[in-house]
């Protein structure tokens, strides 16, 4: 085989062997990016602020973690940190990293190498296709090998190269045929590597793989260890009456972990849409009829061999296309992130007030500064900090969502740009959802505080006093006690001579004489405590 125009010859290396790493600027001290979401409900609270495991959980994941690891030996992560333009990979690097092996140009590469890879030995499988015969072991293990071990130094060869093609699947597709000119198999059929494909056969399934694998592995994780910190913070603060606030206003009472549960259950009931969610790939060459395909092997039936390839990766199959997958999963996925992000916003929100009513202390922190002017500061800074990236993330979120269904005619090139910042919506996410964990491990109850203005609210009790009164057919209950309390100074000794004068059983009259804005609380507590009972992390939070 001749070598593609203008490139090297390549070096030649055995597919498993190790690769020395260049020096570049990178990061250090990484962790995992790909451990599975545990799907048993566990409600805790994590001060770390989670995401995926460092125990990898699917061998075929194993790349991602090596990956991470070898980024970790690169030197110099300070410098470029100072230098990145977007704070995700500058100030907030460290919250990012289980991120990078998915959605970065190198894991786009890696994906692409592999789509390449997986196609020229289905290839190999298709009878009618002579020219490419089944390959031996030897060439299967060559070529899986190109993909188990792809490295960084893999990723730069094909960033070499596409200084000179200007196209970066081409790159790709040259790569591979140099990696296998060393091996005479593999090297008589590598002009089949980019066969019947349109550039965009190996990149919509390669964005779609990168979804699947770091939404499933990273995102949801995460998600999930947020909603069992709900839970925990539910269960655990059940009984603790706390003043509600209508439009600002006392409202009848509630309990701290009633409001939690609130929040836990919104959250959950969001993660189960995500199941339903298919992650979808075309295969159908450069308008979506296989065109070239049916040209070249007429006798073969490729919208089914398409659908196993697209199904054998573990995705949907799209059989309707133009020249791209519409995109279509994307948004109704990414709207299902922003979905999630509002509610944990309203939560980050809720947060801040009750930190700011004293409700809730926060836990200080050794060594750390709230104000640089006000030594007894202790801000809310990380539910801001949440906050500020939710919104960061939904606004990219949503300009993707409603931009990739929309291309002219077959094609247009405005999809290819956008689909190189999947990673940037998602990453402001995962930082709010760190954010708020480390808020909630940094929190504790304010019980005196609570108390206090419960104490001092004695109105609320005008909701129960006047609903009782209406059992018992007292005219015009409701307006008694709006003359008694409302605009009122309200206290324990005014509501009590209220009560007094009611003409209502003695045993009714002794059960309201006993309530206080304390006790007023409903089922709140024992709907606290059921909270595990319906959050379900079982069918949701994940990609099939």
């Not at 704070?87 to 786009?108: I, Q, W």
């Not at 980019?194 to 995460?222: Q, R, W, Y």
């Not at 057919?473 to 307006?479: A, D, L, N, T, V």
């Amino acid at each position: 085989m001749s070598a593609p125009p203008l490139l090297k010859p390549p070096a030649t290396a055995a597919a498993a062997s190790p690769r020395s790493v260049a020096s570049v600027p990178r990061a250090t001290g990484l962790r995992s990016a790909c451990a599975r979401p545990t799907r048993r409900l566990q409600c805790s609270v994590s001060a770390t602020g989670g995401g995926a495991s460092s125990e990898m959980s699917d061998d075929n994941q194993g790349w991602a973690k090596r990956s991470l690891e070898e980024l970790g030996s690169l030197p110099d992560n300070d410098t470029y940190c100072l230098m990145a333009l977007s704070p995700l990979d500058g100030r907030y690097d460290r919250f990012m990293k289980d991120l990078l092996p998915f959605f970065s140009e190198f894991g786009l590469i890696r994906y692409r190498v592999l789509i390449e890879v997986k196609w020229l030995l289905k290839l190999s499988q298709i009878p009618e296709i002579t020219e490419v015969p089944p390959f031996s072991e030897e060439a299967q293990l060559f070529l899986n090998g190109i993909i188990q071990d792809f490295c960084i130094d893999d990723a730069k060869e094909v960033k070499k190269i596409e200084k000179i093609t200007n196209h970066d699947v081409k790159a790709v597709e040259y790569f591979l045929k140099q990696r296998c000119s060393s091996n005479p198999e593999i090297a008589k059929v590598s002009e089949f590597f980019h066969f019947g494909c349109t550039s965009e056969d190996i990149n919509n399934l390669s964005h779609a793989l990168a979804l699947k694998e770091g939404v499933n592995g990273v995102m949801f994780p995460t998600m999930i260890e947020i909603c069992k910190a709900l839970c925990s913070l539910a269960t655990q603060n059940s009984a603790y009456p706390m003043l509600s606030r209508t439009h600002g206003q006392p409202a009848s009472p509630t309990t701290v972990g009633k409001e939690m549960a609130n929040f836990a259950f919104r959250l959950s009931d969001i993660g189960k849409s995500f199941s339903e969610v298919k992650i979808l790939g075309k295969f159908a060459g450069a308008v979506g009829n296989y065109n070239a395909h049916v040209v070249a092997y007429p006798e073969v039936d490729w919208p089914k061999v398409a659908e196993e390839f697209v199904r054998s990766l573990g995705l949907q199959f799209n059989p309707y296309v133009t020249q791209i997958e519409p995109h279509d999963y994307i948004s109704k996925l990414f709207n299902l992130f922003v979905q999630f992000n509002n509610v944990l916003s309203d939560f980050d929100r809720d947060m801040w007030s009750y930190i700011s009513l004293g409700y809730f202390k926060q836990i200080p922190k050794a060594g750390e500064v709230g104000s640089s002017t006000m030594p007894h500061k202790i801000n809310p800074i990380d539910f801001e900090n949440s906050e500020g990236n939710l919104g960061l993330a939904n606004g990219t979120l949503c300009a993707i969502s409603m931009k990739l269904p929309i291309s002219r005619l077959q094609r247009d090139l405005t999809d290819s740009t956008v689909l190189r910042n999947l990673g940037v919506g998602l990453g402001h996410s995962l930082l709010a959802y760190k954010a708020t964990l480390r808020g909630i491990s940094k929190i504790q109850v304010n019980e005196s505080r609570l108390a206090e203005d419960l104490e001092q609210t004695w109105e609320v009790l005008a909701e129960p006093i006047q609903t009782v009164m209406r059992r018992y057919g007292i005219p015009e209950p409701y307006e008694k006690l709006k003359e008694l309390t409302r605009g009122q100074a309200v206290t324990k000794d005014s509501m009590q001579q209220f009560i007094d004068g009611l003409d209502i059983p003695e045993e009714v009259r002794s059960e309201l004489s006993k309530l206080t804005p304390h006790s007023y609380t409903g089922l709140a507590e024992d709907l606290a405590k059921d909270i595990e009972k319906v959050v379900d992390l079982e069918s949701g939070f994940k990609i099939k």
